[in-house]
């Protein structure tokens, strides 16, 4: 049974840093994405940044390259969002989703599976 199980987020100023953690099991093909996502009421989910679990390969929206980073501890089977400088436009409620798949994308509809959402509220 897969499951994806998320931990920190919370409240911060402009400019400080939270971490968000995504631990996974139940995946067995070698071929999984993990990505992070959030959403804000109103609007379209937008993805911020994926990791090919077997390889590595780290993809960003351009929203948050340079402030987010996205990596893996392969023996805890989590993935983690470093999130550094943060914004105002950096609230929403955040999700890992998950999938098994030959490519890695930032595209919601690719996901089938996901996390509980964690918010991150950043304040002026």
């Known amino acids: 049974q897969v499951q994806l199980l998320q931990s920190g987020g919370g409240s911060v100023q402009t400019g400080g840093s939270l971490r968000l953690s995504c631990t996974a099991s139940?995946?067995?093909?070698?071929?999984?994405?993990i990505v992070w996502f959030r959403q804000v009421p109103g609007k379209e989910r937008e993805g911020v940044a994926g990791?090919?679990?077997?390889?590595?390969?780290?993809l960003y929206a351009d929203s948050v390259k340079g402030r987010f980073t996205i990596s893996q501890d392969n023996g805890k089977n989590t993935v983690y969002l470093e999130m550094n400088n943060l914004q105002v436009e950096d609230t929403a409620m955040y999700y890992c989703?998950?999938?098994?798949?030959?490519?890695?994308?930032?595209?919601?509809?690719?996901?089938?599976?996901w996390g509980q959402g964690t918010q991150v509220a950043v304040s002026s």
């Open positions: 989703a998950a999938n098994e798949a030959i490519g890695l994308s930032l595209v919601s509809r690719y996901y089938k599976y």
């Open positions: 139940g995946f067995t093909s070698g071929r999984t994405n």
């Open positions: 990791i090919r679990i077997n390889s590595g390969t780290t």
